[in-house]
């Protein structure tokens, strides 16, 4: 029997990207590496050294996923999973997320690209990931009990699809969505122009917005409530304690703004 804080998460500590040792392991052996965050600080991501050029996006308070390459492929793993997130400066809301954070890391890649995302539910119920706005073949919607099963506790599903469109995104359960988007499963997929020569930016920043009902000494949302909210968040942070966008002067910046909440 899993008690209170096996449910709701492990305590979140360290402030670097660090591989999760669990899926390097017998037989998980083939999988990418699933990269953990258990700090609330930005992640800056460094320009591509290989492929098309673009400006990585810098997720407020984010980061985003590493990915391996496997014959052309570019392969993700995603772990959903209990965790323990840090709202604002000592204020600790227990939700469920993504490797480790709530939202959930962002995911980048090029249109045309191939991709393959391992999605490996460590939730105590079965849970998908819809790729919200993404052009791709219905089998890999994430539509629980339309696109497929959903995935069971333990378990993990290879979604697998081409980039045919650049543009902003988000991924999402759909499967008990409006539990588990309450909970804080949701984060921003990112395809860049495969031209470096379109709309091209110095500083590209993405915010997705979040409200959460957490009632005063407590620790976990309220989520039967559906639109009676008392935090209202960027990327899981609550002002005054989200970093903030630091650009150049004459610097041409974007900012991408998603909203998966009621």
């Avoid at 009902?213 to 909210?229: K, L």
Wanted: proline share 8%; no cysteine.
């Amino acid at each position: 029997m899993l008690n209170r804080r096996q449910l709701l998460g492990a305590g979140a500590a360290g402030a670097t990207l660090v591989s999760s040792k669990a899926w390097g392991q017998t037989l998980n052996m083939g999988l990418p590496e699933a990269a953990q965050m258990d700090s609330a600080a930005t992640a800056i991501t460094a320009r591509p050294n290989s492929g098309p050029d673009y400006t990585p996006v810098v997720t407020l308070n984010g980061w985003t996923l590493p990915h391996r390459m496997n014959n052309g492929v570019k392969e993700f793993h995603l772990v959903a999973e209990p965790v323990e997130r840090e709202l604002a400066d000592g204020m600790i809301a227990h939700l469920w997320g993504y490797n480790g954070q709530s939202t959930g890391p962002t995911i980048e890649a090029v249109e045309g690209d191939r991709v393959r995302i391992y999605v490996t539910n460590k939730l105590p119920e079965g849970t998908t990931v819809h790729w919200h706005g993404l052009i791709l073949p219905s089998g890999m919607d994430g539509v629980s009990g339309l696109s497929h099963p959903s995935i069971p506790p333990g378990k993990t599903f290879v979604y697998e699809f081409d980039l045919v469109k650049s543009g902003t995104f988000m991924y999402h359960p759909h499967g008990d969505e409006m539990a588990q988007m309450a909970m804080g499963m949701m984060g921003m997929f990112v395809v860049h122009p495969r031209d470096p020569a379109f709309m091209p930016v110095d500083r590209d920043f993405l915010i997705m917005l979040n409200a959460f009902d957490i009632d005063p000494g407590t620790y976990v949302p309220r989520i039967m409530t559906m639109t009676d909210f008392n935090l209202w968040t960027w990327n899981s942070r609550i002002f005054p304690d989200i970093d903030p966008l630091v650009v150049n002067k004459g610097d041409r910046v974007r900012v991408r703004v998603g909203n998966l909440t009621m």
